[in-house]
């Protein structure tokens, strides 16, 4: 089993940037592919990011490529999402994923983490 805990949430000013992590246990974890995903108030759950498991290959959601940067450290069994140029849209509860597929849908992945409120101000 991997267990997952975001950390690095909070409010910070349109134009500005953020660094979530995700902190995994289990010996596992650099198995996993890892993903990012958010869900809004009165929304359904949207993809942010995907990672590959030795961290070669990356995905995003086009309303976040070219601002946000998926990367991981297997040796410190975390994965991060930089977030810059935060919009007031970002705003949503971000949770962390591991699987072992590439999965945008968030259907298929074994564990998850209990999410971290992303809050961005106009």
């Known amino acids: 089993q991997v267990q997952l805990v975001e950390s690095g949430g909070g409010l910070v000013q349109a134009g500005g940037s953020l660094r979530l992590s995700c902190a995994a246990s289990?010996?596992?974890?650099?198995?996993?592919?890892m993903g990012w995903f958010r869900q809004a108030p009165g929304t359904e759950r949207e993809f942010v990011a995907w990672?590959?498991?030795?961290?070669?290959?990356?995905t995003y959601a086009d309303s976040v490529k070219g601002r946000f940067t998926i990367s991981r450290d297997n040796a410190n069994n975390t994965v991060s999402l930089q977030m810059n140029s935060l919009k007031p849209e970002d705003t949503a509860v971000y949770y962390c994923?591991?699987?072992?597929?590439?999965?945008?849908?968030?259907?298929?992945?074994?564990?998850w983490g209990q999410g971290a409120q992303v809050t961005v101000s106009s």
């Open positions: 994923a591991a699987g072992l597929n590439r999965d945008y849908s968030g259907n298929t992945y074994r564990h």
């Open positions: 289990g010996r596992a974890f650099r198995t996993y592919a």
């Open positions: 990672i590959s498991a030795g961290g070669a290959f990356t």
